[in-house]
């Protein structure tokens, strides 16, 4: 006897597969490349001019970011539509991370498409109008411009946050429902885990964020490497 599966129950499965596997990848090598401010800006601008260098890289970041991220955000927003948000009837501590995964969704659904057309693209009246792809000999340059406008950086804060519990709460429900994690006691742990993630992951996005306008981020300077002012080795003199 063939078992049916519904439609809805594959999109649900797609959707989840989009934000952990290359979603959830980008955000991690994000994260990584940003944090290579804390070492100045030749450090960042080489990392930039790495990722321009990947080869395909225009066919990567379609069918790897831009069509992934197009499909997770906007049947994340149908999803979330559909919802029916019951925290103040039933204030259940999973009731509010279920609100919140929701709520995040739609907030990164607008600030990534600023995020995108500020730095990708360049395209935000007003802001910046240099898009950081082809130019990565500017790109710290670029970001710290953009990121000395205290609003600015508030938004980036937020987005670092919104990104940071909708990522780490993804892994704990898809580690459910894909049945990865079995029982209430794992869970529970799993659940303790996601939480534990999520204060990490804004550290580390927070951190880089402010390591545009600040040697080293919210570390001590001493934790970072030093920018090296001249690098040349000069040769002995023949006398």
Not at 26 to 54: L, P, R
Not at 109 to 114: G, I, N, T, Y
Not at 196 to 209: C, D, K, P, Q, W
């Amino acid at each position: 006897m063939a078992i049916k599966i519904s439609k809805t129950f594959l999109l649900r499965k797609l959707h989840q597969l989009t934000g952990i596997v290359p979603l959830g990848a980008f955000f991690f090598v994000h994260m990584f490349t940003n944090s290579k401010a804390m070492n100045g800006e030749a450090q960042f601008e080489k990392a930039v001019q790495d990722i321009h260098d990947i080869p395909y890289l225009l066919f990567l970041e379609i069918f790897g970011i831009f069509l992934p991220l197009l499909f997770h955000s906007i049947y994340g927003v149908i999803i979330s539509t559909e919802a029916k948000s019951n925290v103040l009837t039933y204030g259940y501590g999973r009731n509010w991370f279920y609100f919140m995964q929701r709520a995040t969704g739609i907030f990164l659904f607008v600030f990534l498409l600023f995020h995108i057309l500020n730095f990708r693209f360049g395209l935000v009246p007003r802001l910046n109008m240099t898009p950081i792809a082809g130019n990565a000999g500017q790109s710290f340059n670029i970001v710290s411009a953009e990121f000395s406008i205290p609003w600015i950086m508030g938004l980036y804060v937020l987005g670092i946050a919104a990104t940071a519990w909708h990522l780490a709460y993804g892994f704990w429900l898809f580690a459910v429902d894909w049945g990865i994690v079995i029982g209430e006691k794992a869970q529970r742990m799993a659940l303790y885990g996601s939480v534990v993630l999520a204060v990490g992951l804004f550290f580390l996005g927070t951190n880089a964020a402010v390591a545009f306008v600040r040697p080293c981020g919210l570390l001590p300077a001493a934790l970072c490497e030093s920018p090296a002012v001249n690098n040349k080795i000069e040769a002995p003199k023949k006398f």
